[in-house]
Antibody
Framework: EVQLVESGGGLVQPGGSLRLSCAASGFTFSSYEMNWVRQAPGKGLEWVSYISSSGSTIYYADSVKGRFTISRDNAKNSLYLQMNSLRAEDTAVYYC?????????????WGQGTLVTVSS | QSVLTQPPSVSGAPGQRVTISCTGSSSNIGAGYDVHWYQQLPGTAPKLLIYGNSNRPSGVPDRFSGSKSGTSASLAITGLQAEDEADYYCQSYDSSLSGWWVFGGGTKLTVL
């Protein structure tokens, strides 16, 4: 059974940093591209970042470019999101999601999400 | 403002059929990129409902169907049930400069 479990969320002050983790199991993690998708309270879904299976190709949404860094450790079956210079508008539930289909594909499995709250 | 446009809400009585539209542009749906749909039950993570415009993952009832034409796509739900009450999101890929993977704003389905 595919499982994605996020952790690392919490309350952080504006300008602060946080590192999210996503532990994957039930599939060959190193063979799959992965993503982070977020959802602000009461709002819709927003794609945040993509990483290829090897980690060699990375993309970010304009809203987080230069502040967030996605990475992965295939030996540990883990995905990460380092978030720096956090702003109030980054407050959201952050989901890790497995990429499927073609490069321009879809997200076939999602974690339960971890809440990040940016507030003073 | 989402790149893909969905109605904020739709409703229907049990047993009825409802459709949810998803309108894009020439840089996403109209460019030939597939449309995918997700169901988000209250307080839970999104779940893949339809992929590749009209394909259902294993376990998704055939009451759910998807279609795509031109710059738009639709999700149809027949035989509406109380447990279908949820938020539904369409998703595609956008080839514009600020693109990548884009979502609709979501549609709240209320079962009357």
């Amino acid at each position: 059974e595919v499982q994605l479990v996020e952790s690392g969320g919490g309350l952080v002050q504006p300008g602060g940093s946080l590192r999210l983790s996503c532990a994957a199991s039930g599939f060959t993690f190193s063979s799959y591209e992965m993503n982070w998708v977020r959802q602000a309270p009461g709002k819709g879904l927003e794609w945040v970042s993509y990483i290829s299976s090897s980690g060699s190709t990375i993309y970010y949404a304009d809203s987080v470019k230069g502040r967030f860094t996605i990475s992965r450790d295939n030996a540990k079956n883990s995905l990460y999101l380092q978030m720096n210079s956090l702003r109030a508008e980054d407050t959201a539930v952050y989901y890790c999601a497995r990429h499927s289909g073609s490069y321009w594909g879809y997200f076939d499995y999602w974690g339960q999400g971890t809440l990040v709250t940016v507030s003073s | 403002q989402s790149v893909l446009t969905q109605p904020p809400s739709v409703s229907g009585a049990p047993g009825q059929r409802v459709t949810i539209s998803c309108t894009g542009s020439s840089s996403n749906i109209g460019a030939g990129y597939d449309v995918h749909w997700y169901q988000q039950l209250p307080g839970t993570a999104p779940k893949l409902l339809i992929y590749g415009n009209s394909n259902r993952p294993s376990g998704v009832p055939d009451r759910f169907s998807g279609s795509k034409s031109g710059t738009s796509a639709s999700l149809a739900i027949t035989g509406l049930q109380a447990e279908d009450e949820a938020d539904y999101y369409c998703q595609s890929y956008d080839s514009s400069l600020s693109g990548w993977w884009v979502f609709g704003g979501g549609t709240k389905l209320t079962v009357l």
